[in-house]
């Protein structure tokens, strides 16, 4: 059973071009709702692909309910066997899917969180430009903030990427889909700054990396480092709650619908597929509104 698990990973990281990080996803899902299976007593235990039914697709969401599961993350571990027996399907692995008809947990819609352009504007102030990573950060931090890149995004950039004198980056997003984002002028300035002046320094003399942003070692800057990079200089600001560098992304999309872009925009900027991921964001423009009502209406 393995086997065809392993098959529709290579499938979707060949035929569909989906990142590292979603492939480890589906792994870790199949491979959670596989190990379910083989521990069901013998009599219950299918014997192949073919022989796993509706129920015990059910049990196994029964049971992730049991040990408190999120119903976020059993409707991602639920979406990822849907997609997987929809593959056998397609392949003719199985003749019928246990699956085709199960209907996803309802998922809990958070509002994404983002903070304010003031605080944005206090964490450019802090990397020092007089250092090699200073630039680096400050560069990294206006670049996530003009065009609403992912980590994953961001960290993957190469040098080539980006075209200074058109004021444009370009980025492969999930699905392998490219974006042309424009970047606005302060931000192109430190990329510059960046680009002309502190990446060669980090670069440690090497000619062969590709990769835009650098760590100290001149290899890839990876995400866990970004991360780092970015929680270093929120604790440093003293700006509350959980401040990440999707926080960034979700900020940029916040203020470009409160300054009047329109949600289309935003969609084909954030490299959403679906509209309804955008959409999201008006309801936290819908709050702002609804702020500014009750503080300037004398009747409110």
Not at 185 to 212: C, F, H, S, W
């Amino acid at each position: 059973m393995q086997e065809q698990v392993t098959a529709f990973l290579e499938y979707l990281e060949v035929e569909r071009g989906y990142s590292e990080h979603t492939i480890a996803a589906y792994r870790n899902d199949l491979g959670q709702f596989l190990s379910y299976l083989e521990a069901l007593d013998p009599a219950r235990r299918p014997r192949g692909w073919g022989n796993v039914t509706r129920d015990h697709i059910i049990s196994y969401v029964l049971e992730m309910r049991e040990r408190e599961y999120s119903p976020n993350t059993i409707a991602r571990k639920v979406a990822a066997v849907k997609s997987f027996f929809g593959y056998l399907r397609e392949q003719g692995e199985i003749r019928t899917d246990p699956a085709s008809e199960l209907e996803s947990p309802k998922v809990e819609k958070h509002l994404p969180s983002a903070i304010t352009v003031e605080d944005v504007d206090r964490l450019l102030a802090l990397p020092k430009e007089e250092t090699a990573s200073g630039i680096r950060d400050k560069a990294m931090i206006e670049l996530i903030y003009a065009t609403g890149l992912r980590v994953s995004e961001v960290v993957s950039l190469d040098v080539a990427d980006v075209d200074l004198s058109a004021g444009t980056v370009r980025c492969v997003g999930k699905g392998n889909k490219e974006r042309i984002l424009p970047v606005y002028e302060r931000a192109l300035i430190v990329m510059d700054e960046y680009t002309t002046q502190a990446r060669p320094e980090l670069l440690k003399g090497r000619n062969d990396e590709k990769a835009l942003f650098l760590n100290r070692r001149g290899d890839r800057l990876t995400r866990q480092g970004l991360w780092l990079i970015i929680k270093r200089y929120v604790d440093e600001a003293g700006i509350q709650g959980n401040v990440t560098p999707h926080t960034l992304r979700h900020s940029f999309a916040t203020h470009m619908l409160r300054g009047g872009a329109g949600l289309r925009e935003v969609q084909e900027m954030l490299g959403h597929a679906n509209i309804s991921t955008t959409q999201i964001y008006t309801q936290v423009s819908r709050d702002h509104l609804r702020e500014a009502y009750d503080d300037a209406h004398p009747r409110a």
